[in-house]
């Protein structure tokens, strides 16, 4: 049994879309963030940077795993099931599907966080930083579209890179191509994408996990 300690945000998404995925057992134990549980003095026992998502994994055959920070804990069940990254054996595949898992962790989320809480969240709106993290974000996000444009996925096959990245794209997606004209359309390929892993059950039953239920 694994303990996902997750809420309805983009980087919880990720766990439960691999989760679902996966077919592992789990349990849901929902944060709320709005009223500030992740910075219990439960959840920092588990996740000491006050973040979701954070899991605890049971079935280590020894001493119970607790693990934050989602692209570790993609990797770590991802080599626990062996399934959506290839394995040592294939290491330019397996490589691959890193980089794109990177570029998602140290990219996507960040910029299109930062550009989300500067437009949305922030009392101040700043030109600068919107300008600079909206700008930033739709760079990015043009360098998946060009990735995709001649592949069905990020990495080759189906894998951890696409699950990390789809609930970032997901959520800017309404934003981003309502703020200029022809965005859509320039950024087909990643529509198309989208498209593709929206029509994965498990990604569906992923994408609704965390809501307080
Ligand atoms: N790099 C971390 C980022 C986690 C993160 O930023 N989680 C957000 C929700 S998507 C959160 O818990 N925010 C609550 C807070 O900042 O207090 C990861 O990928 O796991």
Redesign the pocket.
């Known amino acids: 049994m694994i303990d996902l300690y997750t ?1 309805t ?4 998404r ?1 766990v439960s879309i691999m989760l679902e995925e996966t077919g592992l057992d789990y349990h849901v134990l929902p ?1 709320d ?1 709005e009223a ?1 549980e ?2 219990g003095a439960e959840f920092l026992a588990v996740c000491p ?5 954070a899991i605890v994994d049971h079935d280590t055959g020894g001493t119970p795993l607790p693990l ?4 570790a ?1 993609l990797l770590h069940l991802a080599e626990k099931t062996g399934r959506f990254l290839p394995g040592l054996e294939r290491p330019s595949e397996r490589a691959r599907v890193v980089q794109w898992l990177m570029y998602q ?1 140290s990219h996507v ?2 910029m299109i ?1 930062q550009a989300g809480h500067f437009v949305n969240t922030a009392e101040d709106k700043i030109p600068y930083a919107i300008e600079r993290f909206v700008g930033e974000s739709m760079r990015i996000v043009g360098v998946l579209n060009n990735a995709l444009a001649d592949s069905d996925y990020l990495a080759g096959d189906y894998s951890i890179a696409d699950m990390a990245t789809y609930p970032w794209i997901e959520a800017a997606w309404e934003p981003f191509t309502s703020m200029s004209e022809g965005k859509a359309e320039e950024l087909a390929a990643l529509r198309a994408w989208m498209d593709r892993l929206a029509a994965r059950p498990a990604v569906a039953r992923g994408m609704a996990v965390g809501s307080g239920n």
């Open positions: 809420w945000t983009p980087n919880g990720k944060v963030l500030n992740q910075a940077n006050g973040k979701i998502p934050f920070e989602s692209g804990i962790m989320g960040p966080g």
